[in-house]
């Protein structure tokens, strides 16, 4: 099961130099324009193997997913192709243990999708992890000030 809370979240220390992040911080306070704002930013994603795994793309897809039961219309509303769509759940699903979207062919309605329970934890921790990512971009540009 993937918790946030189960994950050594290493703090960020910035040494440049030998120097310490604050004294760092306050180094580029001098080296930059007063009259300028600026802004620590970044993205965030899980890697595997080298590669981007799971990130915003692939969470938003298995969101709609869940909520519309079907990859086409999931593709569609992100203005993706299906074939996209497929890729993205194929490397999602080589690359879990169990797979997190299952599909049903088929039926009256024509079969289905939906995402597993380790789809919506991996879900919540990617929400979570992106919470204190951004509080630490929030804190890095306060510093900048």
């Not at 809370?5 to 290493?10: E, I, K, L, S």
């Not at 324009?33 to 890697?47: C, P, R």
């Not at 329970?117 to 879900?123: D, G, T, V």
């Amino acid at each position: 099961m993937l918790s946030a809370d189960n994950f050594v979240c290493a703090t960020f220390y910035i040494y440049l130099l030998g120097v310490k992040h604050q004294d760092m911080a306050n180094s580029l306070k001098t080296m930059l324009k007063k009259n300028l704002s600026f802004k620590v930013n970044g993205s965030l994603w899980l890697e595997c193997g080298g590669k981007k795994y799971f990130g915003p793309g692939p969470m938003e897809l298995l969101e709609k997913i869940a909520k519309t039961g079907s990859i086409n219309k999931a593709a569609r509303q992100m203005g993706m192709s299906y074939k996209k769509a497929w890729e993205i759940i194929n490397r999602l699903n080589k690359n879990a243990a169990l797979p997190l979207v299952k599909t049903q062919s088929g039926g009256e309605k024509g079969g289905g999708s939906v995402i597993s329970l380790e789809a919506k934890q991996l879900i919540a921790y990617h929400i979570k992890l992106r919470k204190k990512f951004l509080a630490f971009l929030e804190k890095q540009t306060n510093l900048l000030a």
